[in-house]
């Protein structure tokens, strides 16, 4: 899950792609580097970030019109200069960055090794530049012949840019598993692992395939295939504003993503919902929706934070579609040999769309011949272009590492979904149908009504800050919302966190409280409520900690909890996205306060596109 930029045209190269690094770097933040072409070639690395990459660079004078950019976030060898992007080969003619991991690279290293080339880092990247170079100079190959046949002998998967530093009018662009788009312009030409550096200067682009081979000059664009075959390039229109990609104010992504919440929720069912509020109609849906609802079984998968989303999804398309779900990890479905039977129906959700375990689980089912559906906010990333048919978010770009209005949206197309089925299905009425869809329309204004917690959260955030251990819990549709609190709080904060069902606490996790621990209950109003309230005195009877997300107006709880931040009356099958409000306001506060980066917490990248 790197992050990759490449130019080729008229203007500096150098400042195109550190800024085009900079909106990346939410795939990788460990090292930065960078090859400028301009007669010779000029590489620049260094450990740490863009920032620091820039620092190094700004101190020469060297630009040009042709150079590539690389993030990282490592997986062979450990992040460091020599081990950062552009790998250069052994005898300095291919220059490359890479996104992915090229599995039987130590075959091919000890192949190389044996015929006396030498390695000067330990990435695998390192290992594909010198097999480039080792072909093209035994069979005296051009750069292009050289590419092709090295990318028949490796396996796995790469986003690759490569430049020929004696073909420096070109850039050579590969995808196998990593996404990478071109961005097509007037006598230039981009290349980058999302768009998203790209829109500033064109919404023209192409989005590689598998076993694309594109051959990137100024005023040319070739796309081959590294299989014998030829390609006519599809260029599609991106629909994504410069603006949508800055913090707007606000000091950190995380906080504008949490505050945009209202305008994402609405955007995900702007244009789908019937002016009268009578029915819902998703168009990636409609031609498969009848078999949708004939289904006998929904798998979900999912990794992170979409996996919580997921969890909510399975207890609302129960209640409202009557379809039974099971939830699963995307690691672990794909590599359990799952059954999976005619008739099931495979849902993935993920906000980038390309999380490379839940891009794996969706080809495991296709080739078992389920019907698979994508819930994913990327548009045409991975996910959506493998699956049969699906629902975009359009929750807009999110760049905190933290995913927050990823998983409101996410759960908001669920609902959307089960009560589109549910009615089709004959198990809601239309009456019912409608009143669900009216509490739909009104929660972008009870999260803007939730959000007034904000500076509550803060002040809770000076008490918990120095805490080393946190329980959150919740029950029915809240017990998904207790997991993904508790997971805000460990990503960015590092502070130890869990979640459970509130009545498994007797089982275990209440032998850890004590007048030191804070627990997080999530306790608005529903069919729980009287249960959960049981589960505070608990609570209370061993000295624990209480803070209470509860229903506005709610006295009961305020007598008994320590704190309680309150957020507004919603159906039970919303509660979920407005009650986490509180939670990521808070984890967000309490990670600021200890001086955590925010926005790119260690060890974590936005987009694991490794498994
Ligand atoms: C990473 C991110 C999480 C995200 C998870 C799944 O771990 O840090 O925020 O929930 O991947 O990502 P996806 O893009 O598939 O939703």
């Known amino acids: 899950m790197c992050g990759i930029v490449g130019y080729i045209g008229s203007r500096p190269a150098r400042e195109i792609i550190i800024n085009g690094l900079k909106r990346l770097e939410y795939r990788g933040y460990d090292s930065a580097g960078l090859a400028i072409i301009n007669g010779e070639t000029k590489i620049f690395k260094c450990k740490g970030r863009v920032m620091d990459l820039e620092e190094m660079v700004n101190k020469t004078d060297f630009n040009g019109t042709v150079g590539m950019g690389h993030t990282r976030w490592a997986t062979h060898g450990e992040p460091n200069e020599l081990n950062a992007h552009p790998q250069i080969s052994y005898k300095g003619n291919f220059i490359v ?81 990593s996404p990478l788009v071109i961005g097509v312009g007037e006598g230039e030409n981009f290349i980058a692992s999302d768009a998203t550096p790209i829109v500033e200067y064109t919404q023209r682009v192409i989005y590689l395939k598998d076993d694309d081979l594109a051959v990137i000059m100024k005023d040319e664009l070739i796309l081959k295939s590294i299989r014998p075959k030829n390609i006519e390039p599809e260029v599609k229109q991106v629909d994504l504003k410069i603006g949508e990609i800055d913090k707007e104010g606000f000091p950190h992504f995380m906080l504008k993503e949490i505050f945009e919440q209202p305008r994402a929720i609405h955007d995900t069912f702007r244009g789908r919902v019937l002016p009268d509020h009578s029915g819902i109609m998703l168009g990636g849906l409609h031609t498969v929706l009848e078999t949708i609802s004939k289904s006998e079984r929904i798998i979900i998968v999912a990794c992170g934070t979409s996996w919580h989303a997921g969890l909510l999804g399975e207890y609302i398309f129960e209640e409202f579609a009557r379809i039974p779900v099971e939830v699963e990890y995307a690691s672990e479905f794909r590599y359990r040999d799952p059954i999976i039977k005619k008739g099931d129906i495979v849902i993935a959700i993920s906000q980038s769309g390309e999380t490379a375990d839940t891009l794996a689980a969706v080809k495991l089912a296709k080739e078992r011949g389920a019907m698979v559906l994508g819930v994913c906010n990327v548009v045409g990333s991975s996910i959506p272009r493998e699956t049969h048919a699906g629902v975009y978010t359009h929750a807009g770009p999110e760049i905190g590492v933290a995913s927050t209005k990823a998983f409101t949206t996410q759960v908001t197309v669920l609902a959307m979904m089960a009560f589109e089925i549910g009615f089709l299905k004959g198990v809601i009425s239309q009456d019912y149908y409608k009143t669900l869809i009216d509490e739909l329309v009104s929660i972008p204004d009870k999260i803007e009504n939730a959000l007034k917690v904000n500076d509550q959260a803060l002040e809770l955030a000076r008490k918990y800050k120095d805490t080393r251990n946190a329980l959150y819990l919740g029950r029915g549709y809240l017990f998904p919302v207790a997991l993904e609190g508790a997971l805000k709080l460990k990503e960015i904060s590092y502070i130890h966190a869990e979640g459970y069902p509130a009545a498994e606490m007797k089982h275990g996790p209440i032998a850890l409280i004590d007048e030191n621990m804070p627990v997080v209950v999530v306790a608005t109003r529903d069919d729980t409520y009287e249960k959960i309230i049981n589960n505070i005195q608990e609570i209370k009877a061993r000295k624990g900690n209480v803070i209470a997300i509860v229903t506005e107006g709610d006295e009961l709880i305020k007598k008994m909890a320590d704190y309680v931040l309150e957020v507004p009356a919603t159906l039970p099958s919303f509660s979920g996205i407005v009650a986490v409000i509180p939670l990521q306001l808070l984890s967000y506060h309490i990670a600021v306060l200890r001086g955590c980066n925010v926005d790119q917490p260690r060890n974590l990248a936005k987009s694991v596109t490794v498994e």
Not at 164 to 169: G, Q
């Open 97 to 177: 960055v890479h996104n992915g991991i090229i599995e039987n690279y130590a075959l091919v290293k000890k192949h190389l090794q044996s015929r006396g080339i030498q390695f000067t880092s330990q990435t695998d990247t390192e290992v594909l530049a010198n097999l480039i170079e080792h072909l093209y100079l035994e069979g005296d190959l051009t750069a292009e012949q050289a590419i092709t046949m090295a990318l028949n002998r490796v396996e796995g998967a790469y986003g690759l840019v490569i430049i020929c530093a004696k073909e420096t009018d070109r850039l050579f662009a590969a995808k196998k598993g």
